[in-house]
């Protein structure tokens, strides 16, 4: 990395720079696996921001040292049921997990096209896995896409099931079921 980067918690005054950043990732990051119908319907619902992660304090934000900082990635980790999706995305779930028998969530992962294939997101990911082994996590599961799923693949996770989720536009995204034991 060319920058001293620090994570830290998204707070929810960030819901604004964070609906940007999310933005300027999924148009520009995931072209090339998505096409324009299925990213303007999957952002807002699928792709956005989820407020309960940031009231958890599971939803991390990586910024630049500098002044003023800039936000260039952010992601998270839940220990709720939802697997995927924003505030307002269909189908949430927002019973606690059992952290003995359930598999932590890892969620919402964004880069700045700017800043992409610096390790941001590894940078993220690992704070992610961390805190929820502190948790008491002994393995994570994600929703991931096209574009993400190599970062996962290289990061040790396994996909375990495709599946295709469908949009309000009358399109539908396909979502990669991914799963890591704590110490793989």
């Given at each position: 990395m060319d920058a001293n980067i620090r994570i830290r918690h998204?707070?929810?005054t960030d819901v604004p720079a964070l609906?940007?950043?999310?933005?300027?990732s999924v148009r520009v990051l995931q072209a090339g696996d998505y096409s324009p119908q299925q990213i303007?319907?999957?952002?807002?619902t699928v792709f956005g921001v989820?407020?309960?992660?940031?009231?958890?304090?599971?939803?991390f934000i990586a910024q630049t040292d500098g002044e003023p900082p800039q936000i260039v990635g952010c992601g998270g980790w839940s220990k709720r049921k939802t697997l995927f999706g924003s505030?307002?995305?269909?189908?949430?779930?927002?019973?606690?997990?059992d952290p003995a028998t359930e598999n932590a969530r890892?969620?919402?992962?964004?880069?700045?096209?700017?800043?992409?294939?610096?390790?941001i997101?590894?940078?993220?990911?690992?704070?992610?896995e961390q805190a929820a082994r502190e948790a008491g996590f002994t393995g994570f599961e994600l929703g991931a896409t096209l574009t993400g799923e190599r970062l996962y693949t290289v990061r040790g996770y396994r996909a375990v099931e495709r599946f295709e989720t469908p949009l309000a536009n009358?399109?539908?995204?396909?979502?990669?079921?991914?799963?890591?034991?704590a110490g793989g």
């Open positions: 998204a707070l929810l609906t940007a950043l999310i933005d300027a303007d319907g999957a952002l807002g989820d407020t309960q992660l940031i009231e958890d304090r599971t939803y505030d307002h995305a269909a189908g949430r779930q927002s019973a606690l997990l890892i969620r919402a992962f964004f880069v700045h096209p700017n800043w992409a294939r610096r390790g997101g590894s940078l993220i990911l690992q704070a992610c009358g399109v539908s995204l396909p979502v990669i079921r991914m799963v890591k034991r």
